[in-house]
């Protein structure tokens, strides 16, 4: 479908399923796995249409969208959906398949890096955000081995299985080169992760959380927390994984020398908001990241498994969470401390 017709399919579909009349519909910002589209109604009010691929599981993709609703009853910033004229969160009309969601004006996302209050913004939405979905009719809160979280033991077959498939198909560019020499070294060092995560507690909390808080899914608006997007259906996590991920972003880690005072901040806000989780998950944050980075394959992966995915940004994405995950170990202990002292 081209850029042109597939404006004209939303248009349709806003208007039949919506009661939007759209002015004008252009291309959105990409997604992973969506086309996305930006309309503008009659009024002036802009609407956030994202596109499913033909192959989308929509049960998934509405519950999703369901437990965005639930974090937003809790107080969280979600974007309003708009329900088609049946009551659904997702239509279908003209061989597409779209939901629809009020634009968030003035907004960016994290992709940029933390800094300023933007630590203790984040913190407390996160930690506002989890004590709601500890409310989740998914299932309360549950302690599992820490394993379940960074599995080592997962880590080693995942990158022995790329090695062999390297193996068998040499590298020939820049990418796939880095990727196997990075692989290598990744499986060298595990017995040295495995020992970094026998100083984590015994079992870790588990719950419902947002699944996806990636930097592309956190908008900002100057100082504060925008909009929490892109929620993936509901499922057991770490919470201090989920905050981990967020505030030790690479692109974070890599651009604020800093980064262990801000953790420090975002953990205070984060306790404030939720303080069920136990303080010993909140110390063990900047170790799970560590560990989390450290047992991941992707986007090495990338190299093997879809060529095609790996672009110029994926490049730069993969090598900036490398060395991320090396920043996070060499400065654990520095990190640490400052929680420590914060936390006890």
């Not at 989890?130 to 599992?144: E, Q």
Request: glycine share 8%; net charge negative.
């Amino acid at each position: 479908m081209s850029a042109r017709s597939g404006d004209m399919v939303v248009a349709g579909v806003l208007e039949l399923h919506y009661r939007i009349i759209p002015t004008d519909v252009s291309e959105g910002p990409s997604g992973t796995a969506t086309c996305n589209y930006v309309a503008r109604d009659t009024d002036g009010r802009r609407w956030f249409v994202k596109a499913y691929p033909v192959s989308a599981d929509l049960g998934a993709e509405r519950r999703s969208i369901e437990l965005a609703e639930f974090a937003a009853l809790g107080g969280a910033p979600v974007p309003v959906m708009r329900g088609t004229l049946d009551g659904d969160l997702i239509a279908t009309g003209g061989g597409l398949s779209v939901s629809v969601a009020a634009f968030v004006e003035g907004a960016e996302t994290a992709e940029g890096g933390l800094s300023g209050k933007r630590w203790a913004a984040v913190g407390e939405t996160v930690g506002r955000l989890h004590r709601t979905l500890a409310r989740h009719p998914a299932g309360p809160p549950c302690r599992v081995p820490v394993r379940q979280v960074c599995d080592v033991k997962r880590a080693r077959q995942r990158l022995e299985r790329l090695l062999a498939c390297f193996s068998k198909r040499p590298p020939t560019s820049e990418f796939p080169t880095w990727a196997r020499e990075t692989a290598v070294r990744r499986n060298e060092a595990l017995p040295a992760v495995a020992a970094m995560l026998e100083e984590l507690p015994a079992s870790l909390t588990v719950q419902t959380v947002h699944g996806d808080l990636a930097s592309p899914n956190l908008l900002l608006r100057g100082q504060q927390v925008a909009a929490l997007i892109d929620f993936r259906p509901p499922g057991h996590r770490s919470p201090a994984w989920e905050l981990g991920r967020i505030v030790l972003d690479p692109r974070t880690v890599l651009a604020e020398p800093h980064w262990p005072t801000g953790l420090a901040e975002a953990i205070t806000a984060y306790r404030a908001a939720n303080p069920a989780l136990p303080a010993e998950e909140l110390l063990a944050v900047p170790r799970v990241a560590a560990g989390y980075l450290a047992c991941s394959v992707y986007p090495l992966s990338e190299a093997v498994d879809d060529p095609a995915a790996v672009t110029p940004e994926l490049v730069a994405y993969g090598r900036n969470r490398h060395a991320a995950m090396v920043e996070l170990r060499e400065r654990l202990t520095e990190a640490e401390e400052v929680l420590h002292d914060l936390l006890h």
